[in-house]
């Protein structure tokens, strides 16, 4: 499912316009996205966590050249599903 698909499911389910809809879903992930920025951690009960991880710096390879690269420290996005999520899954 695309970002379109997605919009669409929504304006069905909950009798919305499609705009009114990709408004409302801009909204969340703007929403989602700042409080990750901030350090925040975004929990959905039922859906699952996001927030925001450390990965340290490291040496790489560059795959073309096989020349050693350091790799920068980042701060990096992470999900971890919740029980509702996991249980509709399996």
Do not use: Y
Not at 15 to 40: M, P
């Amino acid at each position: 499912m695309n970002k379109a698909e997605l919009i669409d499911a929504v304006a069905d389910d909950s009798d919305l316009t499609k705009a009114s809809a990709a408004r409302a879903l801009d909204s969340a992930i703007e929403n989602i996205t700042n409080a990750l920025r901030g350090g925040d951690s975004v929990t959905l009960v039922g859906f699952g966590t996001f927030t925001v991880r450390q990965r340290e710096a490291r040496m790489g390879r560059n795959p073309r050249t096989g020349e050693a690269i350091q790799i920068k420290a980042s701060r990096v996005p992470g999900f971890k599903a919740g029980k509702a999520l996991k249980d509709a899954l399996n």
